[in-house]
Nanobody, 118 residues
């Protein structure tokens, strides 16, 4: 059974930090590109950050570059998103997403709420 379980969301003040984690199971984690997406109320889901399989190459949305860092641990089947200097506009539900590196197979997590507010 495939599972992507996100954790680490919550309420934080502007300028604060959060670390999201996604624990994967039920598939071969190391051959999946891993990403974090987010969806704010009334907006479309958008890519926040992606990290590839073996090389670990990363790319980020312009809005989070320099503030967020994605990382993965293939031994523990986890992917994380370190979020610093958070802004109110970062408020959204954050989703973990796995995409097979060469097949049209993908999985979504259930999401974790991040709220940035004073």
């Amino acid at each position: 059974q495939v599972q992507l379980v996100e954790s680490g969301g919550g309420l934080v003040q502007p300028g604060g930090s959060l670390r999201l984690s996604c624990a994967a199971s039920g598939f071969i984690f190391s051959i999946f590109d891993m990403s974090w997406y987010r969806q704010a109320p009334g907006k479309e889901r958008e890519l926040v950050a992606r990290i590839t399989t073996i090389s670990g190459r990363t790319n980020y949305a312009d809005s989070v570059t320099g503030r967020f860092t994605i990382s993965r641990d293939n031994a523990k089947n986890t992917v994380s998103l370190q979020m610093n200097s958070l802004k109110p506009e970062d408020t959204a539900v954050y989703y973990c997403y796995a995409k097979h590196s060469w097949r049209p197979t993908d999985y979504w997590g259930q999401g974790t709420q991040v709220t940035v507010s004073s």
